[in-house]
């Protein structure tokens, strides 16, 4: 098996799984304007194989066999986020951003903590302790 050809075929597979229309639907042409859903997508993949064989086992009856081996795998992850549309109307094309709140939240955490530690050293500063 060709490493090149399977490498393509896997990258083809995940190119078809993470298309922004198979998340979010293809384009709509309602009230003379087209919507279009823009996403950026990303994966991580990794894959093994092997082959070869083995000496025989010590001490067995079949010391002359020799095992056979061989092996295969892959695996990922990915994620398609959308990041916006496009409006198509008679004046032209707008661009509206869709705001993306699973990177709001951590970083709203990472905020607060601080706030808190300088609140802290504060209060601590005030009464001399």
């Excluded at 298309?19 to 990794?46: E, L």
């Excluded at 986020?81 to 709140?101: H, M, N, Q, S, T």
Aim: hydrophobic share 40%; with cysteine; glycine share 18%.
């Amino acid at each position: 098996m060709e490493s090149g050809s399977f490498l393509q075929r896997a990258a083809a597979g995940v190119a078809g799984i993470m298309d922004s229309r198979r998340v979010y639907g293809d384009r709509v042409d309602a009230h003379n304007r087209t919507v279009i859903p823009v996403s950026t997508a990303w994966w991580c993949g990794g894959g093994g194989g092997g082959e070869g064989t083995a000496p025989p086992d010590e001490g067995s009856e079949e010391e002359e066999t020799r095992h056979e081996g061989s092996g295969g795998g892959f695996g990922g992850f990915g994620r398609v986020v959308p990041v916006g549309y496009i409006v198509l109307e008679e004046g032209g094309a707008k661009w509206k951003r869709i705001i993306d709140f699973d990177c709001l939240v951590p970083l709203g955490v990472i905020v607060l903590l601080a706030w808190l530690r300088v609140l802290r050293y504060w209060i601590r500063a005030k009464l001399d302790i």
